[in-house]
Nanobody, 116 residues
Framework: EVQLVESGGGLVQPGGSLRLSCAAS????????MRWVRQAPGKGLEWVSG???????AYLDSVKGRFTISRDNAKNTMYLQMNSLKPEDTAVYVC??????????RGQGTQVTVSS
């Protein structure tokens, strides 16, 4: 059974940092494409970043230079380092195992709130 468990969210002031983690189990993590998506209040899901099995990464334009996605295959864990956070980054951040169009698994998410 695929399990994705996010952690690391919280309340942070603008300009602050957080590191999100996604602990994965139930599948071969090292060969999987993983993603972070987010859902802001009253809005739909938004893709934030992705990392391929070969380590290639991709980012939403608005987070480039501020967020860094990474993975530790020995720990079956994916991370999202978020720096210079802005109020518009406030959302529930969700870890995704992506296998193809319409074939993905999502975790429950972790809340990130950026506010003074």
């Amino acid at each position: 059974e695929v399990q994705l468990v996010e952690s690391g969210g919280g309340l942070v002031q603008p300009g602050g940092s957080l590191r999100l983690s996604c602990a994965a189990s139930g599948f071969t993590f090292s060969t999987s494409t993983m993603r972070w998506v987010r859902q802001a209040p009253g809005k739909g899901l938004e893709w934030v970043s992705g990392i391929y099995s070969d380590g290639r990464t991709a980012y939403l334009d608005s987070v480039k230079g501020r967020f860094t996605i990474s993975r530790d295959n020995a720990k079956n864990t994916m991370y999202l380092q978020m720096n210079s956070l802005k109020p518009e980054d406030t959302a529930v951040y969700v870890c995704v195992l992506y296998r193809g169009p319409g074939d993905e698994y999502r975790g429950q998410g972790t809340q990130v709130t950026v506010s003074s």
